[in-house]
């Protein structure tokens, strides 16, 4: 998703839970993996052409790191690990056909809203018709402003350019995109400090001196 949306859902999501300090750092990390380098070969940063395996293996990684991190009493290290996995299970929504998963699935007649999403719904994380957008070289043109509206076309179907969900201009599935990626930011955050011994968990919301530091 484009960057204000990454901050708007971690806001959402988890921003009551840490310093201001704290969540600085971790929308820091967040959108640091939509750099142009963070783009070209690193499929498993955003969830991108169908590496899926790859990029939950990603997440796992980054929740470890996170952990050992703090075990060793650094806060940073651990906000910024956090932070880059945020950003992978909230490109999941907006990069994969999810979405359109779940409407088609909805019975004939009903009518979900977004807010009633789940986002972990076991038929789709694990169907086979589960897919994500591929990044095709021809997509580097997007660069160009004057001509990005016209670079699509020349894309095939399964390009990240016709399937993302990155901003309301992409349609009406974005709202569901947006709140499922809240929602599945807040699973992270628990399924991240569950466990943690109380001290642990005080250094990675960075509420025990007040002070930030």
């Known amino acids: ?24 750092k971790i929308i820091e990390a967040n ?7 963070g783009q070209i070969g690193h499929d498993e940063y955003h969830f991108d052409g169908n590496k899926f395996e790859k990029s939950y ?32 299970v909230q490109d999941f929504y907006a990069h994969s056909n ?23 719904d076991p038929r789709l994380i694990n169907s086979p ?10 997509e580097a043109l997007n660069l160009i402003r004057p001509i990005k509206p016209f670079v699509k076309y020349l894309l095939p179907r399964d390009a990240h350019a016709w399937m993302n969900l990155d901003s ?4 009406p599935n974005f709202a569901y995109a947006f709140q499922a990626a809240v929602k599945r930011t807040k699973i992270e955050f628990e399924k991240t400090t569950e466990g943690l011994p109380e001290g642990l968990f005080a250094l990675f919301i960075d509420k025990q001196t007040g002070t930030g530091e």
Not at 32 to 37: G, P, S, T
Not at 98 to 120: A, F, K, M, N, W
Not at 129 to 138: D, E, M, N, Q, V
């Open 1 to 24: 998703m484009l960057k204000p949306f990454h901050i708007e859902m971690t806001r959402l999501a988890i921003g009551e839970q840490f310093s201001p300090n704290a969540f600085e």
């Open 168 to 171: 309301p201009q992409q349609g």
């Open 98 to 120: 999810y979405v359109d998963l779940r409407l088609s699935c909805q019975p004939h007649g009903t009518v979900l809203t977004p807010s009633e999403i789940d986002p972990i």
């Open 57 to 88: 293996a990603y997440v796992e990684e980054q929740r470890a790191l996170t952990v050992s991190s703090l075990r060793t009493n650094d806060a940073l290290s651990a906000w910024s690990a956090f932070g880059r996995l945020t950003h992978a």
């Open 31 to 37: 959108l640091y993996q939509d750099r142009l380098l």
């Open 129 to 138: 018709a589960l897919r994500s957008g591929k990044i095709y070289p021809l």
